[in-house]
């Protein structure tokens, strides 16, 4: 069988690149280096011996080394190193590749965190500054379920974990967390909003769920970032075939815009001015903003129409419809219902017809000139302008060979280009931190960070775990700053801040309401988003054999009745326009308790769950988390409301900021009216319990990850005893409007 050998002579590299000894072990911990307990989770689990097997079944002898571009490296009995895709392995060996990947790279974490611990207390000390205070348990699980999970915690979660009394608590539950479908649901609407990802490609009649499913794989798998973003610039053709193009149909026909938004993610480098004239701040010239445009010179979303496929033209239509309905084309009334017949198919005929024009290829014969309007003297008014990178220079001498778009994605990933590595390293620390080393993120300044030090040593931790962004995050969630309380600070971005802890701040918008689908599902990922493949085999033609007219229509058919929340599934491949939500078992660590909800008197628990999901249809909620969720979401939606991005900008695309709408949502909108209904989860935890006084707890553990403490007894006293069962409503909506709720503190 496919098997861990505990001791092998012939895998001395991955012995090298994997293993510490106990005593090493020992010697981080008694330093008092907490992430060395990274090494005791994953390296113990990868000590001891287990079975594999392929998809198929067939035993498989080697070593796992480890997990890169969804190809898992292994190391045979003979020695030899293969690789192999992770979809060719079983499910469960699947699970265990995904959990592992980064158990390799132990030492390099505990040591990375080391090094940006020393650089924050460098620059701690130079100021005579102090950390914070230490988080508590409570704290400490609820910062890491919103920054790793994009949630609160479940009460059986929250209540689980802070019971437990085991010793190495903390790191397993990091390990969970990171393993687990919230990691890919928050880390995609994170990337999400920097890509300015929407539901349609504007100006087109493609939907982008290939390519929303797709980087949400590309998250699960740990795919190393700056091979994603060089798939992203390379990527060809139509969407059902590479999802990836996705990326360029954002920006369909702008490509100046397209570089502009690429400098500011990528590279942290705001070159936007420069698109129209010199730049005097940043000193980018107009021609230099061409050179780079270069790059994307031949690439064209559009391409040839699709090859003839024998599709029926409008006559074959109408003598098809003729004579399935019976008409009579000389009769001036059926002429009529003819004519409506043929007019319902006119517009899903033109954007089936329209669909396999989108794709993205290269195109010859197509330079880069500059503008009719430029006026500098360095070039003339529609000079053809040769493609060159903005600062350093492309590397090797196989540039010859590739495509420009290759050569761009070469020199922008490149481990030389150092403000790469250093962009998503500030982003990364701005995540979890609050505030990058550098501001805006957007346009970054190493010589104007508040400590040019740490963000020296973010950027090259960044190169050292190859772009690992699951590795990189175990190393900030594990600093000494991380687990300090939060600052209440109310600095601008261009003051300095020296990261005692991070800084105090609202949750986003997408973290807020998968909370409250938390408060009320329990499991918020019951329901997922498909990978779009059944919208795109119906305006796949190219890709079909030539239908009938009776196969035709069909297909024009079912592509007029298709709706997004088709897509919407659960487990079973149920549409949640059909589905029933059901609690789920009890387990370690988040899953959910199956009691019947805290309901009506005589009303029985589907009758509850029913109601439950009826109230969310009338109200035209869907109760899945927001990266299932249409992107954007509609303008009077809760997202929008509490400032979710409209995939727009990049600058300032989303807020944090409060609103009068924020409080009316909160008070008696639409998703706290659901919250409260007898089927919820939170009234469901509360079903078994007779003490008023422990119903109020649950309340709290669910909403504030605690228990009551203080005055707050005296208060629960005070409002249960003058009010029956709807009080906990009342105590719901409470608690949902405390900063203690909204704030990541």
Known sequence: MFRFPSKSPKHSNLQSASSLSLSHSLNWIHRGLVVAAFVAV????????????DSTGNPIEADFIGLKASKVALRLEDGKAVEMPLKALSKVDQEYVLKHSFAAKAELVALAAKRIDA??????????????????????????????????????????????????????????LLNSVDYTSHNYNYFAEQLRIQSRFPGTVLRNDAFIFWLKKQIQTNRPYDELVRELITAEGHIWDNPAVGYHFRDKDMKLDHVAFMGKVFLGTDITCAQCHDDPFSNWTQYEYYELSAYLSNLDTKGPKPKDKAIPNRKQIEQHLVQKNGLDPKNAEDKEKLRNLVRRYDRPLRDINRAGEFMVRAVSDRPMRLPATYEYDDAVPNEVVPPRVLFGKEQGAAVAALTSRERLAAWLTSRNNKRFAMNIANRMWAKYMGRGVSEPLYNIDPRKAYNPELLKVLAEEMLVLDFDLKAFSWVIVNTKAYNRLASRTKSAEAEPYHFPGPILRRMTAEQVWDSMMTLMLGDPNQFQLESGEEFNELIDLAGQSSPSVEEFLNRIERYDKFRPEHLLVNEEGISILNAKLTPKKSGAFGTNLTRPPFKKDGMSDEVAMMELMNVAKKKKILLARASELPQPSDPAHFLSQFGQSQRTFVIRASSLEGSVPQVMELMNGYTTEILTQPGSKIFLDMKNLRSNFEKANVVFMSILSRRAIGNEHHLIDKELSSGGEEVFADLIWALLNTPEFLFVK
């Open 119 to 176: 650089a924050v207390e460098k620059g701690l000390d130079e100021k005579k500054l102090q950390y914070n205070e230490g988080l508590n348990d409570h704290m400490f699980l609820r910062r890491i379920y919103l920054d790793l999970a994009g949630r609160i915690p479940s009460y059986q979660e929250a209540r689980d974990f802070l019971a437990s009394r085991k010793p190495m608590k903390r790191q397993e539950l990091l390990t969970k």
């Open 42 to 53: 994953f390296l113990t689990k990868l000590a001891e011996g287990r079975t594999w097997v």
